[in-house]
Nanobody
């Protein structure tokens, strides 16, 4: 069973910052596209940011310039640095590992991010 270990959620004021780490097994981390998704109540789950093994990144338009996704290869960890947080960023955030060459797809358990004054 593949386990994605995610953390870093919590309550933060508008304009604040959070960092969400997600650790994966090395064989998954090295071959899969890693990413963070989020789902707010009543809305569909959406891609926030993704990063491929070669380092290419993709961001939702709503977070460009505020969020940064990086890979820490020594720790098999992807980090989502979230700055200038807004109330509309409030959601459950899910780490994801997706294979580009097969049907394998893995999810973390989700971590709540709440942006409120």
């Amino acid at each position: 069973q593949v386990q994605l270990v995610e953390s870093g959620g919590g309550l933060v004021q508008p304009g604040g910052s959070l960092r969400l780490p997600c650790a994966a097994p090395r064989n998954i981390f090295s071959l899969f596209v890693m990413g963070w998704y989020r789902q707010a109540p009543g809305k569909q789950r959406e891609l926030v940011a993704g990063i491929a093994s070669e380092g290419t990144t993709n961001y939702a338009d709503s977070v460009k310039g505020r969020f940064t996704i990086t890979r820490d290869n020594a720790r098999n960890t992807v980090n989502l640095q979230m700055n200038s947080l807004k109330p509309e960023d409030t959601a459950v955030y899910y780490c994801n590992a997706n294979s580009r060459v097969g049907p394998m797809n893995y999810w973390g358990q989700g971590t709540q991010v709440t942006v409120s004054a």
